[in-house]
T-cell receptor, first 113, second 115 residues
Framework: EAQVTQNPRYLITVTGKKLTVTCSQN?????MSWYRQDPGLGLRQIYY???????DKGDVPEGYKVSRKEKRNFPLILESPSPNQTSLYFC????????????FGPGTRLTVL | AQSVTQLDSQVPVFEEAPVELRCNYS??????LFWYVQYPNQGLQLLLK??????LVESINGFEAEFNKSQTSFHLRKPSVHISDTAEYFC?????????????FGQGTELSVKP
């Protein structure tokens, strides 16, 4: 089954404790992206990757890091989480074609205390 | 830069009634237009998209949206809704020229269908 998977689905942590949210897709997609969803703000892009070893900032990259060492994986790293990073996070992927559908993962709900 | 405004944050409607979810966008360049749906506790799924050609696009479950260039709108409609249509709906645009293909989302509209 074609899918985007994220782990963990739910995470409660404390300020300053480094964490990684994993994202994996099995569709051989070149493009991957991370979004955060906050009430009243919709989804905002954090980082994206056009292909292996190619990443770039989205609209809200502060406090986040990413890496793309393999085509299928695109982890999101929070080196020192803060309460304002409490949010619902989605990973997405698509082919290299700009007009193709983006497929979203099920989401990771992160709470930073 | 692009921006998307969804004019209603919540739309309550009775089953079998028609519904329209409004979306306006602002952009200095040509854009592609999308509607995504998010069912409770799930990720987003593409509902329909406008790339070119006919300005009226349809989804497989009875929704349709019309691209209106002069009004910079892409409203989503369904003539008769079902309980199962209860979800949050997001309008999004992306710059046709930019191969980065970033989606700019609106704030979302919660559609609540009541029996």
């Amino acid at each position: 089954e074609a899918q985007v998977t994220q782990n963990p689905r739910y995470l409660i942590t404390v300020t300053g404790k480094k964490l990684t949210v994993t994202c994996s897709q099995n569709m051989n997609h070149e493009y991957m992206s991370w979004y955060r969803q906050d009430p009243g703000l919709g989804l905002r892009q954090i980082y994206y990757s056009m292909n292996v070893e190619v990443t770039d900032k989205g609209d809200v990259p502060e406090g986040y890091k990413v890496s793309r060492k393999e085509k299928r994986n695109f982890p999101l790293i929070l080196e020192s989480p803060s309460p304002n990073q409490t949010s619902l996070y989605f990973c997405a992927s698509r082919t290299g074609q700009h007009t193709d559908t983006q497929y979203f993962g099920p989401g990771t709900r992160l709470t930073v205390l | 830069a692009q921006s998307v405004t969804q004019l209603d944050s919540q739309v309550p409607v009775f089953e079998e009634a028609p519904v329209e979810l409004r979306c306006n966008y602002s952009s200095s360049v040509s854009v592609y237009l999308f509607w995504y749906v998010q069912y409770p506790n799930q990720g987003l799924q593409l509902l329909l998209k406008y790339l070119s050609g006919s300005t009226l696009v349809e989804s497989i479950n009875g929704f349709e949206a019309e691209f209106n260039k002069s009004q910079t709108s892409f409203h989503l409609r369904k003539p008769s809704v079902h309980i199962s249509d209860t979800a949050e709906y997001f309008c999004a645009v992306s710059d046709r020229r930019n191969q980065g293909g970033k989606l700019i989302f609106g704030q979302g509209t919660e559609l609540s269908v009541k029996p």
